[in-house]
């Protein structure tokens, strides 16, 4: 099997994302396609122990910046990094995709290069927050910040299938992200979506949840609209480094304290552990025929190489593959009822 892994994304520069995917590699025991400049991550693999790993580097010398539009950058820049990589993919020179980079231009160029599953009309990013149970599947966290209820309702299909057949959650409860409980509650969206949930087959629909009840573990997969998904991400990763970070200097505070602190140093460490966005590395970005994993922008050589475990995983388990023969089995959600004012 091998990863392409775009070493030219992230904010941290080919240096850090040539660090992780190699200790990915090792770690998961696959091969790796490295796109970027090629003097750039040759550079880069040349301060890594790379015996017994297979690599191959591939130059992509444009760049896809932060600020560009994302679907005329990828068409304007077929040698940018993330186009080369998904070229590869799509030619199966490579099994995966693990980018860091501009999210808009790997879903763009995802869409336009590997097309999406047949009755799926938006792909989803779906990626994991920490609960008092383990973790809740959130998806979309950004690719689609303007859905239809439809489109919901799809993202509840595919958070299903995903949590069952790759992550093995049987029957996985599925919950509407709202500000209440109750049916009536929540805004347009929530309100036109909330009947079409409940009717709709393949999905163990438990109502509404709130915000609380993602890291309550309530249900095993909360669905809502990119745009508050990825409110909500942000929010989990400020509220994780700002414990963190108040722990740390209460029990640093005095001599007795970091004596203290030592003895229970091995349980702080598998606190963060459970709270650092890095262990979960990258979310598979689902809907689209092809296996692709968007990283955090800020990755570290941490987050990049479980983001290859995460491809690895979505690889072996056949995820686009076991999404299109499930979704072709459900009926069509009627267009005319969902459709958003």
């Known amino acids: 099997m091998r990863i392409a892994v775009d070493a030219a994304g992230g904010d941290h520069g080919p240096a850090v994302v040539v660090?992780?995917?190699?200790?990915?590699?090792?770690?998961?025991?696959?091969?790796?396609?490295?796109?970027?400049?090629?003097?750039?991550?040759?550079?880069?693999?040349?301060?890594?122990?790379?015996?017994?790993?297979?690599?191959?580097?591939?130059?992509?010398?444009?760049?896809?910046?932060?600020?560009?539009?994302?679907?005329?950058?990828?068409?304007?820049?077929?040698?940018?990094?993330?186009?080369?990589?998904?070229?590869?993919?799509?030619?199966?020179?490579?099994?995966?995709?693990?980018?860091?980079g501009n999210s808009g231009a790997v879903m763009a160029g995802a869409l336009l290069k590997l097309g999406r599953i047949r009755g799926v009309d938006r792909p989803a990013i779906a990626g994991y927050l920490p609960s008092m149970t383990g973790r809740t599947l959130v998806l979309d966290m950004g690719?689609?910040?303007?859905?239809?209820?439809?489109?919901?309702?799809?993202?509840?299909?595919?958070?299903?299938?995903?949590?069952?057949?790759?992550?093995?959650?049987?029957?996985?409860?599925?919950?509407?992200?709202?500000?209440?409980?109750?049916?009536?509650?929540g805004n347009q969206l929530v309100q036109e979506t909330f009947p079409l949930l409940a009717a709709a087959p393949g999905i163990d629909f438990r109502g509404n949840v709130e915000g609380n009840d993602i890291t309550r573990g309530v249900v095993d997969v909360v669905v809502t609209?990119?745009?508050?998904?990825?409110?909500?991400?942000?929010?989990?990763?400020?509220?994780?480094?700002?414990?963190?970070?108040?722990?740390?200097?209460?029990?640093?505070?005095?001599?007795?304290?970091?004596?203290?602190?030592?003895?229970?140093?091995?349980?702080?460490?598998?606190?963060?552990?459970?709270?650092?966005?890095?262990?979960?590395?990258?979310?598979?970005?689902?809907?689209i025929d092809g296996v692709v994993i968007i990283s955090h922008g800020r990755s570290n050589e941490r987050a990049i190489a479980s983001a290859v475990g995460v491809a690895k995983q979505s690889v072996e388990g056949d995820v686009p593959g076991t999404i299109a023969r499930l979704m072709a089995t459900l009926e069509p959600i009627p267009q005319a009822t969902a459709a958003a004012g």
């Open 225 to 287: 609209d990119g745009f508050t998904g990825n409110v909500a991400l942000k929010t989990a990763e400020g509220a994780a480094a700002l414990i963190n970070a108040t722990v740390r200097g209460r029990l640093t505070s005095s001599p007795l304290r970091k004596a203290l602190a030592a003895l229970l140093q091995p349980a702080f460490r598998e606190a963060r552990k459970e709270l650092d966005y890095a262990e979960q590395g990258g979310a598979p970005l689902l809907g």
């Open 19 to 100: 660090a992780g995917a190699v200790a990915g590699a090792r770690r998961f025991g696959v091969a790796l396609l490295l796109t970027g400049a090629e003097a750039d991550v040759r550079r880069a693999l040349a301060d890594q122990d790379t015996s017994g790993i297979d690599i191959l580097v591939e130059d992509a010398p444009e760049t896809i910046s932060g600020d560009e539009q994302a679907a005329q950058a990828v068409r304007r820049k077929p040698r940018s990094a993330i186009a080369v990589a998904l070229d590869a993919v799509c030619d199966q020179r490579a099994d995966a995709l693990v980018s860091a």
């Open 143 to 185: 690719a689609v910040t303007d859905p239809r209820p439809q489109h919901l309702v799809q993202f509840a299909q595919m958070g299903s299938i995903y949590s069952e057949q790759a992550l093995g959650v049987a029957r996985p409860k599925v919950g509407l992200l709202s500000n209440g409980e109750e049916p009536s509650k």
